[in-house]
């Protein structure tokens, strides 16, 4: 495995990803600290269980709608709310008014 330091990243990115199509794992470091991998893409990565990861991870950020993630993990809706209830996760999100203007609304 390479390690690339955030200069490295500026200077060298092509060197990163010829590496990550050439199925190599690279480690990227600031001050000596790992920050992020670059890994290649690939279904043997997805099938171990990194496509439920990034699934989470984006509908976590609220990139992605429950239904999108879902389909990225590869299970269905219910399982992947079971997926995020096991980690805390919550599906639904209010705002501070918005909460108040729902529950306004039930009174």
Do not use: C, W
């Not at 010829?18 to 190599?24: V, Y």
């Not at 600031?30 to 989470?56: T, W, Y």
């Amino acid at each position: 495995m390479e390690t690339f330091t955030i200069r490295d990243l500026r200077e060298r990115t092509g060197d990163l990803v010829h590496g990550a199509e050439a199925g190599k794992l690279a480690l990227v470091t600031k001050h000596g600290q790992g920050v992020f991998m670059a890994m290649p893409f690939d279904e043997a990565m997805l099938q171990s269980g990194v496509r439920v990861a990034l699934a989470v991870k984006l509908f976590d950020e609220e990139a992605i709608s429950l239904g999108k993630a879902a389909k990225l993990a590869g299970v269905t809706q219910i399982e992947f709310i079971n997926h995020l209830s096991a980690l805390k996760i919550p599906i639904a999100r209010y705002a501070a008014d918005e909460l108040a203007q729902e529950v306004a609304a039930f009174a």
